[in-house]
């Protein structure tokens, strides 16, 4: 059973940057047969994709984080990393890691479907 822990969350004023990070136990990353993202939840919003990546290292990006989100692993250590800069105040929410020990294509990586472990989220807040 693989275990997924988030860290990196805080508060920032608008225009500021956070790196998230989600550390994996019993999880290894292959080309082939695994897929990550982040997630995001704001208090009375569904979850929605932010960044995917699957196995080959191909990733997919929500609309709105564009340009000023990026995603990336350390195969090595089994870490995802979320770069979020520019942030904005509509980007408060509840930042989830999740995992698949499957492939994916890129398309797919920002579906909830698509994974089969969670972890327990960090909070982000953007305020002035």
């Known amino acids: 059973q693989a275990g997924l822990v988030e860290s990196g969350g805080g508060s920032v004023q608008p225009g500021g940057s956070l790196r998230l990070s989600c550390a994996t136990s019993?999880?290894?990353?292959?080309?082939?047969?695994?897929?990550m993202a982040w997630f995001r939840q704001a208090p009375g919003r569904e979850r929605e994709g932010v960044a995917g990546?699957?196995?080959?290292?191909?990733?997919n990006y929500a609309d709105s984080v564009k340009g000023r989100f990026t995603i990336s692993r350390d195969n090595a250590e089994g870490t995802l990393y979320l770069q979020m800069n520019s942030l904005k105040p509509e980007d408060t929410a509840m930042y989830y890691c999740?995992?698949?020990?499957?492939?994916?294509?890129?398309?797919?990586?920002?579906?909830?479907?698509?994974?089969?472990?969670w972890g327990q989220g960090t909070q982000v807040t953007v305020s002035s």
């Open positions: 999740a995992a698949a020990d499957h492939y994916c294509f890129a398309a797919n990586s920002l579906y909830s479907s698509t994974y089969n472990y």
């Open positions: 990546m699957n196995g080959g290292g191909i990733t």
């Open positions: 019993g999880f290894t990353i292959s080309r082939t047969r695994s897929c």
